[in-house]
C-alpha cells in the first residue's frame, strides 16, 4: 500500500507538471489545489487516508495549525505539511507593494522549518514537510541549497525548495 510520503510526494510532482495550468494568488489556492488532488488520488486508488486543512497539530495556549495533513485509519498524523508561496514579481496581476509575499527567517520560511520539527517532536506526526513554492525565481540560492527552479515556463514557472523532518 502506497505511504502518506509517497501520496504527497506524488501530489507535489502533479502540481509541478500542472503548475502552468493554474493561476494562484495566493498560499491558500495552492493549498486547496494540493488538497483537492491528494482527495482524488485517496477515492481512485481506494486508500485508507483522510486529508484536513488548518489542522490542529498542538491544542492549548500556544495551538498550532498545520496546512495540511494527512490522517491514516487511526487518526493519527502520517503527514503534516506547511507551504508558503511566492507569486512572481514580473505578474501585472499582483500589487507590487505586496511584494515579498515570503520572509527567510524566522519569521518567514525558517518558522515553517522550526514548525515541521516541531509536529514531528511534539505532535507525533511521522513526517512532515515544510514547501516553498517560488513562482518566479527569487528564492536565494543561498537560502537552500537544494533549489530546484522547475520547467521552462516563462513568468509562471515553479521552483521549490523541500525540507522534511521525520521518518515515512
Known amino acids: ?29 495552492i493549498v486547496w489545489t494540493v488538497q483537492v488532488r491528494l482527495i482524488e488520488a485517496i477515492e481512485q486508488e481506494q486508500l ?8 490542529v497539530m498542538l491544542a492549548g495556549k500556544r495551538r498550532r495549525l498545520s496546512d495540511l495533513a494527512i ?9 503534516a505539511a506547511e507551504f508558503k508561496y511566492e507569486p512572481a514579481h514580473s505578474r501585472d496581476d499582483i500589487q507590487t507593494q505586496k511584494l515579498p509575499v515570503v520572509f527567510w527567517g524566522r519569521d518567514g520560511v525558517g518558522k515553517d522549518v ?6 514531528v517532536k511534539t505532535s507525533g506526526a511521522k513526517v512532515a514537510y515544510a514547501v516553498f ?13 537544494s533549489r530546484k ?5 516563462g513568468k509562471r514557472g515553479m521552483g521549490a525548495a523541500l525540507a522534511r523532518s521525520g521518518q515515512p
Open 48 to 55: 485508507p487516508f483522510r486529508v484536513f486543512n488548518e489542522y
Open 133 to 145: 513554492i517560488d513562482e518566479g525565481g527569487v528564492l536565494p540560492k543561498a537560502a537552500s541549497p
Open 149 to 153: 527552479r522547475v520547467g521552462g515556463l
Open 1 to 29: 500500500m502506497k505511504t502518506a510520503t509517497e501520496l504527497f510526494e506524488e501530489a507535489l510532482e502533479w502540481l509541478r507538471r500542472n503548475y502552468v495550468r493554474f493561476r494562484f494568488f495566493a498560499e491558500r489556492d
Open 71 to 79: 490522517l491514516g485509519q487511526d487518526s493519527l498524523v502520517e503527514l
Open 114 to 119: 522550526e514548525r515541521i520539527q516541531e509536529f
